[in-house]
């Protein structure tokens, strides 16, 4: 039986997990799963290998404990402001030749459609990035437009229009050098958004059009579906810890009691709290403790996510689909944990008249375990989407129509490992 192994890197803890996959319906089975506090990442990013390293052993020693056997290889998700979406074109002919006028069409065959998705990655990077997925968007043979599979079709000259996502190599190097030194070998590199979206999202969705917007701890992660493709993925570092400093700063309690106070008190607006309810917060070092109503820390709360709401409405505003088309919201990640998260994001994102309920908070599907209470989590939509994308690329042989991010990165891996031969 096939297994697959998912790490995802985040600013306030690290998940990691093993699943079988089921050799009818290809769907994960989760053998076994390990969530620990992160060490040495910040906004999605290494900051210290040391400490980072340890977390990620720590994490593979305890999971190989609990299913009794080795973890030597995975998929790990990649997020952080380093990450860029570019949106490109590439245009080939594929007529036959001929001595007068236009050449005849010819059949487009798999050949043709990688030399027009390789035409795309002529776009001018810096020395110092690389490519992760390559999302075609649409095809378009002799101008007619909105074709899916161009194989087969007859055209003299076929066009892609595609989404890139992009890295930086030195924070890629970095997460390297962390898999390395904990003994993981890394399968294959997933955008954070790209996982999550394989966790959580149904195939309507994606046809229709949605935003999902993964909030973590550290960093806000955003892509865009249209028609089953993707058209704009973006990050920022707005993020849920933003509401914990606020706690933290307003009420003069340490930032370990100020998360705990979010996680058992907060509310993401208080028109869902039915019963008042008086809060005392004990100050830092035996100072007095702050009394504050639950509806007064959830207008402090409300404010700073309908802040952190619009800027990711902003952002994904820069996607040409949205001025096409108002799409539905999915929320996940463990800020989207706070009560009312999807009403007050439905006050933000909905401006049809009619104000539909447009917002979900998305939760994990598709596969099967023993601890389904605990990973059926919108925390857990990356993890268990980067378990789904692995069973996918496995069978399919490693070949995607989606993304080529695992040929990516076995040649990024190629050529950090010529950079080392050359620092020797």
């Given amino acids: 039986m096939k297994r697959v192994t998912a790490l995802d890197i985040g600013s306030s803890s690290i998940k990691m997990a093993v699943a079988d996959i089921d050799a009818n319906s290809g769907m994960p089975m989760v053998r076994g799963f390990v969530k620990l506090p992160a060490n040495g990442i910040k906004s999605g990013m290494i900051v210290d290998i040391e400490a980072a390293t340890a977390v990620i052993y720590e994490a593979r020693k305890t999971l190989e404990k609990s299913i ?36 005849e069409p010819d059949k487009i065959t798999t050949e043709s459609v990688t030399r027009v998705l390789d035409h795309t990655r002529g776009y001018g990077l810096s020395s110092d990035r690389e490519i992760l997925h390559l999302f075609p968007i649409e095809y ?21 229009k595609a989404h890139l996502t992009t890295y930086e190599l030195t924070a890629v190097e970095n997460i390297t050098t962390c898999m390395e030194q904990a003994g993981i070998s890394v399968s294959g590199l997933v955008l954070h958004s790209l996982a999550s979206a394989y966790g959580v999202l149904e195939p309507e969705e994606k046809k229709r059009g949605v935003i999902l917007i993964d909030i973590g701890a550290g960093v806000t992660d955003i892509i865009i579906f249209q028609n089953n493709a993707v058209h704009y993925t973006a990050t920022m570092t707005m993020a849920g810890e933003m509401v914990t400093h606020d706690i933290h700063y307003l009420t003069g309690t340490t930032i370990e009691k100020a998360e705990k106070i979010k996680l058992e008190y907060g509310y993401a607006s208080d028109e869902v709290i039915k019963d008042t309810e008086l809060l005392k917060i ?16 959830a207008t402090y709360i409300n404010a700073r996510l309908v802040e952190i709401l619009t800027e990711a409405q902003k952002k994904a505003r820069n996607s040409e689909i949205l001025q096409k088309i108002e799409p539905v919201v999915c929320l996940c990640g463990g800020t989207s944990l706070l009560r009312g998260f999807d009403t007050v994001a439905d006050q933000v994102f909905s401006t049809s008249p009619l104000k539909p309920n447009l917002t979900r908070i998305g939760v994990p599907t598709g596969f099967t375990s023993s601890h389904m209470k605990e990973l059926t989590s919108p925390e857990y939509a990356c993890l268990i989407g980067l378990l789904k994308f692995g069973a996918d ?32």
């Avoid at 056997?69 to 990450?83: K, P, R």
């Avoid at 378009?140 to 892609?160: A, K, W």
Wanted: net charge positive.
């Fill in 393 to 424: 690329q496995k069978g399919k042989g490693m070949i995607s129509t989606l993304t080529q991010s695992v040929d990516l990165w076995s040649k990024f891996t190629k050529f950090i490992n010529s950079r080392r031969i050359k620092k020797k």
């Fill in 140 to 160: 378009v043979i002799d101008g007619r437009s909105g074709i899916t599979r161009p194989e087969g079709m007859s055209g003299r000259r076929l066009e892609v």
């Fill in 282 to 297: 004990e100050g830092i070092a035996g100072r007095k403790s702050t009394p504050i109503q639950n509806r007064e820390l």
């Fill in 68 to 103: 009794d056997a080795a973890v030597d290889n995975c998929f790990v998700s990649i997020s952080g402001d380093h990450i860029t979406g570019i949106n490109t074109s590439g245009r080939i002919n594929t007529s036959k030749e001929h001595t007068i006028g236009l050449g």
